[in-house]
């Protein structure tokens, strides 16, 4: 199985601003103020791109499901930072289901050496194209120096 294979097999198209691609496969029965009870979306991100730092007001489970390991950089409310690693091997310190809580700042990228990794995300309530904020690489430096260098990385204009 290639990226180009689940591209045309899921109909993935590009992702707003934040980059990747994905189709959302599930959204729940709306609830009274707009928002849908829950959604959930496929997603994938290939070594060439990146998914660019952004934070959501609810959490956001990650799920993944086929190639390379990614690594999420995780700015947390509180003001400390962590990296996580999506990935199939749970005896090797990757997490095959990770929950970003709500508020956290997140970016992604294939895992050095990886070419692709095709994963799932979910929420309840359900994501809604306001709730996204898109990170500044200079607020976001301002507030995490000690991560610069990553947070250049993972920021687009």
């Known amino acids: 199985m290639t990226p180009d294979d689940l591209i045309a097999y899921y109909g993935l198209e590009p992702i707003p601003r934040e980059g990747?691609?994905?189709r959302c496969t599930w959204e729940g029965p709306e609830r009274p103020d707009g928002r849908p009870e829950g959604s959930a979306i496929v997603a994938l991100l290939t070594a060439d791109d990146f998914c660019a730092l952004h934070r959501l007001p609810t959490d956001e489970i990650w799920h993944f499901?086929?190639?390379d390991p990614l690594d999420l950089l995780l700015l947390v409310p509180d003001g400390s930072t962590r990296t996580a690693v999506l990935g199939p091997a749970p005896l090797s310190g990757q997490q095959p289901q990770l929950t970003v809580p709500a508020r956290t700042w997140m970016g992604a990228r294939v895992a050095p050496g990886g070419a692709w990794a095709f994963f799932g995300?979910?929420?309840a309530p359900g994501f809604t194209?306001?709730?996204?904020e898109h990170g500044s690489a200079a607020d976001l430096t301002a507030r995490y120096p000690s991560e610069a260098a990553r947070i250049a990385e993972l920021c687009r204009p």
């Open 20 to 22: 990747g691609l994905f």
């Open 65 to 67: 499901y086929l190639g």
């Open 121 to 123: 995300c979910t929420m």
């Open 129 to 132: 194209y306001p709730d996204y």
